[in-house]
Structures are given as structure tokens and as C-alpha cells.
């Protein structure tokens, strides 16, 4: 059974910084896409960003230039940092293991039950 | 960026009901759509992918289809374990995009 266990988040200071950790589990973790999704409090779930196995990211404009997404294939973990924090960067923050058929796109199959950052003075 | 635009925003039905929730493509993409449930404080569950594919465990009263770029989500008989909000999402490409949801309640 896939697992994705999410860490980090909380109340967080405008223009700060976040680091938040996914471990996954049940998977082959250094073969698997993985992607970040949030979603601010009362609307629908916003693609933040996808990792590929080799490390290549792609990521929303919405936080291009203010992420860095990073996995260590030795402890199967996923991390999102994040600068310059906003207000309207609150949200909850899921983690997502993507999957596909043969010949097929990806798309997450399997979230994490996500973290909770608050951008708040 | 593909915009994903879902009817109605909120549907009122009775248990045992038929329910249909509608979801637009603003340009052609293909049939990669999937359909998420997502309970409050619950992080979304896979339905549908594909547009059609059901992911394994969900019930048989979950149905997907599309028509060019229109698809369609259908509950066949309701539960009252189907109350939830119902999102569509484009994986066709970069960004990908969710609809603005649908709240499923019981009449």
C-alpha cells in the first residue's frame, strides 16, 4: 500500500521561509513522479509543482522562482522549500504520487493528507 | 493556461438520486481528465482517470465520459456517503488545472 506521510508547515512570518517533507512508502521511490499540490482555505486544489525521478521540476508561475523542490531517493523523502512567503501562499499543502499507463500522462493517484502553513504576522 | 469550468457549483439531491456533474475544457484536452471526492479536512481521492477509468476500490455507482471537451461525472444511485465536494483536473498540460468544484449535498 502507498503511504505519503507529510511533515513541517505552521504559522509562518511574511517574507519567510517554508520546508516541507513527504516520506513515501510502498513505492519504488527513486522511479516515481511526485507533485505538490495546495489549497487555500475554502477554494479548490491548485497545482503547485511536479518532480520527475532525476530531480527536473516544473512548477506553477504562481511560486516559479520562489521554490525548490528536492528529494532524497536514499530516505524516499520529498521536500518543498518556499521564500518570500505571502498571505495568500496559506493553504494546505499536499504531497501527491503521480502514476501512469503505458504510453499515458501522469496524474496523482495517491495524496498525502497534507500540512497546514499559516502566512501571518 | 487550460481553464476548467464545472456545473452546477453546489446540487441538492436525494439519496437514490441520478447525479450529474459537468466539467469544460477551454481547449481540446484529450480524454486526460481526472475526478477527485474531497471531504472536509480530507485531502481529494481519486474517482476517475482518463475520463473514464475508474480507480480501483471506488464503487461501480462512479462513472466518467466525455464528449470533445466536456465531461461528465455521474453518481448513478446516491449515498449518503457521497456527500462531498467533486473536483475535475486537467493533466493534459503544464499547468495543470482543477474546476472550481461541485458541492454535493442531500436534499
Known amino acids: 500500500e502507498v503511504q505519503l506521510v507529510q511533515s513541517g508547515g505552521g504559522l509562518i512570518q511574511p517574507g519567510g521561509s517554508l520546508r516541507l517533507s513527504c516520506v513515501a512508502s510502498?513505492?519504488?521511490?527513486?522511479?516515481?513522479?511526485m507533485s505538490w499540490v495546495r489549497q487555500a482555505p475554502g477554494k479548490g486544489p491548485e497545482w503547485v509543482a511536479v518532480?520527475?525521478?532525476?530531480?527536473?521540476?516544473k512548477s506553477a508561475d504562481s511560486v516559479k522562482g520562489r521554490i525548490t523542490i528536492s528529494r532524497d531517493n536514499s530516505k524516499n523523502t520529498l521536500h518543498l522549500e518556499m521564500n518570500s512567503l505571502r498571505g495568500d501562499d496559506t493553504a494546505v499543502y499536499y504531497c501527491a504520487r503521480l502514476w501512469a499507463d503505458i504510453g499515458s500522462p501522469y496524474y496523482m493517484d495517491v495524496w498525502g493528507k497534507g500540512t497546514t502553513v499559516t502566512v501571518s504576522s | 493556461d487550460i481553464q476548467m469550468t464545472q456545473s452546477p457549483s453546489t446540487l441538492s439531491a436525494s439519496v437514490g438520486d441520478r447525479v450529474t456533474v459537468t466539467c469544460r475544457a477551454s481547449q481540446s484536452i484529450s480524454s486526460w481528465l481526472a475526478w477527485y471526492q474531497q471531504k472536509p479536512g480530507k485531502a481529494p481521492k481519486l474517482l476517475i482517470y482518463q475520463a473514464s477509468s475508474l480507480q480501483s476500490g471506488v464503487p461501480s455507482r462512479f462513472s466518467g465520459s466525455a464528449s470533445g471537451t466536456e465531461f461528465t461525472l455521474t453518481i448513478s444511485s446516491l449515498q449518503p456517503d457521497d456527500i462531498a465536494t467533486y473536483y475535475c483536473?486537467?493533466?493534459?498540460?503544464?499547468?495543470?488545472?482543477f474546476g472550481q468544484g461541485t458541492k454535493v449535498e442531500i436534499k
Open positions: 518532480v520527475f525521478p532525476g530531480g527536473y521540476s
Open positions: 510502498g513505492v519504488t521511490f527513486d522511479k516515481t513522479y
Open positions: 483536473q486537467q493533466y493534459n498540460s503544464y499547468p495543470w488545472t
